[in-house]
DNA sequence: ATGGCGAATGCAATTCGA
């Protein structure tokens, strides 16, 4: 079973990239970030010729996540309060950032991290604030009696210094900071879960984004934000996980590329 | 410190992303 993860940075303007490599990479389940379409002008018929169903949430212009799979999910929700009562999740649901369901026993959590901008803009305090509540959301996940997750997507952290190409980091940085590594550590490794590109690759260079300026990708200068985080038993499981450059040096391209897990 | 590039909106220039 393969699932891969990939923020396409708008569905409609990548379709046709998106398409092909579902032909050429036919996953069990790909799980896209910042579709930046509201959900009746989704494409679903595209995505439905190509073998898979379709689940998505979106709003205009900004954020937005989908899920295709090869057979159809079960238990699927949308936003944390598919799963959280809505008193605790107050503003948090607003944007269009969660999309869960189970494919062969496994439950898929599709996340688009907010990005915080700068340390200093109010969007920073409120990415914190969203991560906290995730952590919230898995465990309630966790307890409702889901053994087998996989919680994938853009996270918009690099969870250590090796995964970012600069050899001094900005510790200031936003996708860099403390806070953002703290709170990623408490709201979901210390649930239990492992990255699962650090089972087989230990040393850093590795990427899933490249700055659209000043030649990024060209001078490989990227960062690993997108992840896929696995219960202990799906961690044994996986047999591979892997990142696919491939798509980045397409025209037109996302800045990120997809990552995918073998279970 | 600033701007570079790209997408959406909507038709020029601004906001947002990371």
């Known amino acids: 079973m393969q699932i891969a993860t990939w923020n ?19 996953v069990d389940v790909l799980c896209v970030q910042e579709t930046k379409v509201v959900d009746e002008q989704f494409p679903i018929a595209a995505i439905e010729a190509c073998g898979y169903h379709v689940y ?48 062969d026993g496994v439950q898929i959590v599709n996340l688009y991290v907010p990005n915080g901008n700068m340390v200093t803009s109010d969007k920073y305090p409120y990415k914190l604030r969203w991560l906290e509540l995730l952590g919230e959301y898995l465990k309630t996940t966790i307890e409702s009696g889901q053994r087998s997750i996989c919680v994938c997507g853009d996270f918009n952290i690099a969870l250590e210094d090796l995964d970012i190409h600069t050899k001094t980091t900005a ?10 590594r703290e709170i990623l550590r408490k709201s979901v490794i210390d649930l239990g879960f492992q990255d699962s590109f650090r089972k087989f690759t230990t040393e850093g260079g590795h990427f899933s984004w490249w700055d659209y300026r000043q030649q990024g990708f060209e001078r490989n200068r990227g960062w690993r934000i997108d992840h896929l985080y696995l219960t202990p038993d799906l961690f044994d499981r996986a047999t591979s996980c892997s990142i696919d450059i ?5 025209v037109q391209p996302s800045d990120h590329v997809p990552v995918i897990v073998e279970l």
């Open 246 to 250: 491939e798509p980045r040096k397409l």
């Open 171 to 180: 510790k200031d940085r936003v996708m860099a900071t403390v806070a953002e």
């Open 8 to 26: 396409v940075n708008s569905i409609r303007t990548r379709l046709d990239i998106v398409t092909n490599w579902l032909q050429t990479h036919p």
């Open 56 to 103: 998505r949430s979106g709003q205009k212009s900004y954020n937005g996540v989908a899920m295709f799979s090869k057979q159809p999910l079960t238990n699927v929700s949308y936003g944390f309060g598919g799963v959280l009562a809505p008193a605790s999740v107050s503003d948090l649901d607003d944007q269009k950032r969660v999309i869960t369901g189970n494919f």
